[in-house]
């Protein structure tokens, strides 16, 4: 009877958790379908006019086309730089390793205004102004932490024997990595495209300090906010883009575990 009793308790604390911390988000595209400008029950009643009206606003579409530049250039970038800082963490022992792999991993406890902050003044002393190219390396910074440890799963339980025995038969180092390793940990490459090029799209902090006057699509929307009639095409954009992020770290997951298991 206790355990019965403890179990339902549980059970309710878990659904009140997730109710309390999901139920804004699905807020988010029930009210972008209110054909009312005021986001407030009830419901004024329902309409498509919002998110038609997307597509007619070219500032909107830069702000887009900026952020799916960083997030791809973000995304080859910091996946190119943790798939081999990975490789090196996994398969050497290495004076400083222990160091070099905190300091990676440095930016996942950083404060983002810290990040940004100093960012900006270290990119303006050295003569770079704020556009799309620092937000990159500003994004990159921030993804390659998760880059890495997503990498670091797929090369944990990588037979190296398999780069051995091609190296017996006369492969040269760089044929070995290409024809034998890359597509065993190719799931955990795709895994850390999608997931580093979904932080980098999210990401507001560094992009508002760094962006300058080609905005990403967060600085966007946060410009939009401040005017309540422009409230309901923000709140379509966002049920998309919260669309979009599930489905890119769904994805991502699913060729995590890929990796995990074409490892084992």
């Avoid at 329902?46 to 900026?66: E, I, P, R």
């Avoid at 902090?205 to 905005?215: D, K």
């Avoid at 966002?238 to 298991?261: D, H, N, T």
């Amino acid at each position: 009877m206790t355990r019965a009793f403890r179990i339902s308790w549980l059970l309710i604390y878990a659904i009140a958790y997730l109710v309390f911390l999901y139920l804004p988000v699905l807020l988010l595209p029930l009210f972008s379908f209110n054909d009312g400008t005021i986001v407030a029950f009830p419901l004024k009643g329902f309409t498509l006019k919002w998110y038609a009206q997307l597509g007619q606003q070219d500032t909107l579409l830069q702000a887009m086309v900026n952020s799916l530049i960083v997030g791809s250039v973000t995304a080859v970038m910091a996946t190119s730089l943790g798939l081999f800082a990975a490789r090196a963490y996994v398969r050497y022992r290495f004076t400083g390793r222990e160091l070099s792999e905190g300091l990676v991993m440095l930016p996942l406890v950083i404060p983002g205004i810290i990040v940004a902050s100093s960012m900006l003044v270290l990119f303006i002393s050295i003569g770079l102004k704020p556009s799309l190219t620092t937000v990159i390396l500003g994004h990159v910074f921030v993804a390659l932490p998760f880059s890495v440890s997503i990498m670091k799963s797929a090369f944990d339980d990588f037979d190296q024997s398999l780069e051995e025995a091609a190296f017996d038969l006369g492969e040269s180092v760089v044929g070995t990595f290409r024809r034998v390793t890359l597509p065993i940990v190719a799931p955990g490459i795709i895994a850390s495209l999608l997931v580093t090029f979904t932080v980098s799209f999210d990401e507001f902090v560094l992009a508002f300090f760094l962006s300058g006057n080609s905005p990403t699509l967060p600085v966007y929307i946060w410009s939009q906010i401040r005017f309540p009639a422009k409230l309901p095409n923000t709140l379509a954009l966002g049920s998309l883009l919260l669309l979009s992020s599930v489905l890119l770290l769904l994805i991502a997951e699913y060729f995590r575990r890929r990796s995990i298991q074409s490892s084992d």
